[in-house]
Nanobody, 114 residues
């Protein structure tokens, strides 16, 4: 079994920053892509950012230039640095990884509000 544990969510004012972390543990053989998705109330889950094993990244248009995804492969960890946050970024953020099948974390709440 593989477990993903996210941390770093919380309440932040508009224009602020947060850094999310996600650590994978358990039966780790070879993690392929790692990424972040989010789901706002009443909306479908959407891709935020993904990073491959070679470091190639992909971002949703809505976060380009504001969010940065990174990973430390040796630590089975992926990060999401979020800056210039707006209320539209409020959502539950889920960590995702692929190792022969997709795995999901339980999610961490990010609330952007004054």
């Amino acid at each position: 079994q593989v477990q993903l544990v996210e941390s770093g969510g919380g309440l932040v004012q508009p224009g602020g920053s947060l850094r999310l972390s996600c650590v994978a543990s358990g039966f780790i053989v070879k993690i392929n892509d790692m990424g972040w998705y989010r789901q706002a109330p009443g909306k479908e889950r959407e891709l935020v950012a993904v990073i491959t094993t070679s470091g190639t990244t992909k971002y949703a248009d809505s976060v380009k230039g504001r969010f940065t995804i990174s990973r430390v492969t040796a630590k089975n960890t992926v990060y999401l640095q979020m800056s210039s946050l707006s209320p539209e970024d409020t959502a539950v953020y889920y960590c995702h990884m692929d190792q022969y099948r997709p795995y999901w974390g339980q999610g961490t709440q990010v609330t952007v509000s004054s």
